[in-house]
């Protein structure tokens, strides 16, 4: 027999480089393997003042503009911003163009 011990094979932890690269192509064939998800879609249309719900297939739904259906759809959302922007939008546009007006002549 030999004085020298046989030695085992140990494992190490691998380097940061090889951890990254593993968990790279794991996220590559997860984007093949897990299905994409498909969403409703929410728009305000200002001239009708109502919600328009746009199904994943295609299929446009018309809702009136309260916060009542905003819960119904789970919407967190309070009504009043959306009419705040609108407002707000329109008052800024008017006054853009009254100062527009103003520097131009």
């Known amino acids: 027999m030999t004085s020298k011990a046989k030695r085992r094979f ?3 932890m691998p380097g940061a480089f090889v951890i990254l690269f593993i968990l ?4 590559v064939i997860a984007t093949w393997t897990v299905p994409s998800g498909s969403y409703a879609k929410l ?3 200002q001239t009708t ?5 746009k199904d994943p297939g295609g ?4 809702v009136p503009a ?3 259906e905003l819960n119904k759809l789970g919407v967190k959302i309070d009504i009043k911003k959306i009419y ?8 800024f546009d008017s006054q853009y163009i ?8």
Do not use: G, M, P, W
């Open 43 to 45: 728009a305000y249309n």
């Open 10 to 12: 140990k494992l190490k």
């Open 24 to 27: 790279t192509i794991v996220a």
């Open 84 to 91: 705040f922007r609108r407002d707000y939008a329109r008052n």
């Open 66 to 68: 309260t916060q009542k």
């Open 49 to 53: 003042s109502s919600l328009q719900v």
């Open 98 to 105: 009254s100062a527009f007006e103003a520097t131009s002549s």
């Open 59 to 62: 299929e446009v739904h018309k």
